[in-house]
């Protein structure tokens, strides 16, 4: 618009820039048993020719934030994640050079970073095709977490920990479930399994009589059965898994009699990718945040009384 055209304004607009934000896609890259994961959360943000869009209304200049979404989710297909940076390159030149009126796109990138969980020699219940790499820890340390309890005479120790983030991308499936007229569930014969786990483990030790556990050791190793155990279990539903955590624990640390869980089903949906004529084999999901949902429970060794509150949120 030129200097004669531009209508005089009291009231000028500034900067401004749209797109969607915080596209959270995972992408799993299926090499042979190998799974490899790219997790990340893509914010877009165009900016250029939108004046009339904020004067009059008039959309002609812009992409829907929508479509921005669903061009992150048909990229992550038809480019792959190579890196954070490549994957933002492609998307900043597709806008900047397909779309006239956009003039800049800004492009920001979280990636999580996710570890292997190392399995267990022997334990493993999986077998041969099922043995598959597909089981991670998601980087950064989990807060550990304890609580004493002391009445001059009874010992009570709670301890355990938040905010482990686990996922495995094969061996888990839900169907079978209640069908009422609400559900709209599909069933899964191979979903994603992520949770972010809580748990909180109590000591058998309550006297001073008794020996005291090796508390750092004990930690370490209800840590690795559980993370074990999330990985070699083939599950059926996060409240299976939930047992199994539980169980292994119980079973190979005898100073352990009860262990309460609070797990967030962290859903991953496979994005429909069809429209964009690609083929979405299990290999780009949106990485939902809310709502989850939450499966809790107890798991204690027999004959012995349950104690740990069962809303214990924060220690
Ligand atoms: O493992 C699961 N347990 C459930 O109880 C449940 N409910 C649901 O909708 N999805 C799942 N997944």
């Known amino acids: 618009m030129t200097d004669q055209s531009r209508p005089s304004r009291p009231v000028i607009l500034g900067q401004n820039q749209y797109g969607k934000a915080e596209n959270r896609v995972v992408k799993i890259t299926r090499d042979g048993n190998t799974h490899h994961i790219k997790d990340l959360n893509v914010s877009v943000a165009l ?23 669903n061009t992150v989710y048909a990229f992550a297909k038809e480019h792959g994640i190579e890196s954070a940076e490549q994957f933002g390159i492609h998307l900043a030149r ?12 800004r492009i920001r990138i979280e990636e999580y970073a996710w570890e292997r969980i190392e399995t267990s020699d022997g334990d493993s219940t999986l077998t041969g095709a099922d043995e598959v790499k597909h089981s991670f820890v998601r980087k950064g340390q989990e807060t550990r977490l304890t609580q004493i309890t002391f009445d001059g005479e009874r010992w ?18 839900f169907w079978g479930f209640v069908k009422d007229e609400y559900t709209t569930l599909k069933e899964a014969h191979d979903r994603i399994l992520a949770t972010e786990v809580s748990a909180k483990w109590r000591y058998s030790w309550s006297s001073d009589d008794a020996p005291m556990p ?15 155990a999330f990985a ?35 859903h991953h949906f496979l994005v429909d990718l069809e429209p964009f004529g690609l083929k979405n084999d299990n290999e780009v999901y949106f990485a939902a945040d ?12 027999d004959g012995t009384e349950p104690q740990i509150p069962v809303d214990l949120t924060n220690l």
């Open 94 to 105: 597709h806008f900047v050079t397909s779309q006239e009126p956009i003039r800049q796109a």
């Open 156 to 173: 009570q120790v709670i301890s355990g920990l938040k905010d482990l983030t686990v996922m495995n991308s094969t061996n888990s499936e």
């Open 290 to 301: 809310r709502p989850y949902g939450l499966i809790e429970a107890t798991v204690l060794r």
């Open 232 to 266: 070699e279990t083939y599950s059926l539903s996060l409240q299976q898994t939930l047992y199994q955590m539980g169980s292994r624990i119980i079973n190979s640390r005898g100073e352990i009699d009860e262990i309460r869980f609070s797990l967030p089903n962290k």
């Open 214 to 228: 090796n508390w750092e050791n004990s930690y370490r190793q209800a840590r690795k059965h559980l993370l074990q």
């Open 47 to 69: 900016s250029g020719e939108m004046e009339e869009v904020h004067y009059s209304g008039s959309n002609a200049h812009v992409l829907p934030t929508d479509t921005t979404k």
